[in-house]
C-alpha cells in the first residue's frame, strides 16, 4: 500500500482547510430534494448546480466525458430513482465538446501517438451528430425497464460560451 500523495494534493487539502471553516451542508440527507438528477460532462467548465439555479443537496450529478448514458448512468439513475428522490432526470451535454469533435479511432491515434499507450479496448462514446446522440440517450432512459415509472426525462444542451440551456424535442 502507498502513501497518500500529500505534495500532489497540497493545493486541494489546503482548499478543504478553509472549507471546513465554514461547512454548512451537514444537514442534508442524500436524497435529491429537488427530485432531480442531471447527467451531463465533466466537462470543467459545467457547474451544473448553478446552471439550474439549484445548490448542494437539491439533485444528484452524474457526470461522464461526452455525457453519455452508460450502463453504469443507467445503474445509478435506477438508485436515484427508487432510493433518493429522483423523479425528474436531465441529460445535459454541451457545446465545444471534445467528444463531439473528433471520432474514436482518433481519440485512440492521439492517445497512442502522444503516450504510446493502446486505449482500443475501450469506448469513448464520441458522437457525430450531438443533438442525435442526446435524441438517442433520453430514449434509451425513457425506455429502461428497471427505471422507477412516472420519472420525467428530458434532454437540453449547454452552451459554454453563454451558459444557456436549450431543451431539445427528444
Known sequence: MSTFPRDEFADALAANDEYIKTFKYSDLTGTAQKGLAIVTCMDSRINPLSVI???????KILRNAGARVTEDVL???????YLLGVNRILIMPHTN????????AEIHREIDTK??????????????????ALIEDVQKVRNYH??????SVGGAIYDVATGKITPIDC
Open 53 to 59: 439555479g439549484m445548490r448542494s443537496g437539491d439533485a
Open 75 to 81: 445503474r445509478t439513475l435506477v438508485l436515484a430513482t
Open 97 to 104: 465538446c471534445r467528444m463531439a469533435q473528433v471520432d474514436e
Open 115 to 132: 503516450y504510446g499507450i493502446d486505449t482500443s479496448e475501450l469506448e469513448f462514446k464520441t458522437v457525430a451528430d450531438q443533438q442525435a
Open 146 to 151: 428497471l427505471l422507477n415509472s412516472g420519472v
